[in-house]
């Protein structure tokens, strides 16, 4: 009986080479979980940043689109500033105030973007306007026209 107690003893647990491969195997295995986790969650990042500034050039388009249909006169001073001027007499004014785009000096754009660069172009009867939206703490960027 002692033999076969002797002989139990040598074979089991696991031996030194077997627990080594297992913790490589392990480690290995953490590696790459953590590697596609943190890619999945920089592309979602990416994903609402984009998504922010799609939604900050939809807004700023149709409010641009909106008072232009409404104008009787359309001035443009210069490339970065547009006035109309409605039928009831009032004025509506559009410019690049450094980073934003202000109507009647209230800005029109989200804390979520910054206008890089904006410019209007008088035509006959309307404007045409393209502008260029960037998020603020990366390089990311969505252009309109």
């Not at 920089?42 to 689109?65: C, G, K, P």
């Not at 001035?75 to 004025?91: C, I, R």
């Amino acid at each position: 009986m002692s033999i076969n107690r002797k002989k139990f003893r040598r074979h089991s647990g696991f031996t030194m080479l077997e627990t080594l491969i297992a913790l490589v195997l392990g480690a290995i295995i953490s590696i790459v979980i953590v590697i596609t986790v943190s890619s999945g969650l920089e592309s979602i990042r990416t994903s609402d940043e984009l998504e922010r500034l799609h939604s900050d050039a939809a807004f700023v388009t149709n409010a641009l689109t909106y008072w232009v249909k409404q104008a009787e006169e359309i001035e443009t001073p210069n490339v970065t500033t547009l006035k109309l001027t409605l039928e009831d007499a009032s004025a509506k004014t559009f410019a690049l105030d450094g980073v934003n785009l202000e109507l009647d000096g209230a800005r029109i754009n989200t804390e979520d973007s910054e206008v890089e660069k904006i410019k209007f172009t008088k035509l006959a009867r309307s404007v045409r306007f393209s502008f260029t939206l960037k998020a603020p703490d990366s390089e990311l960027r969505f252009s309109a026209t």
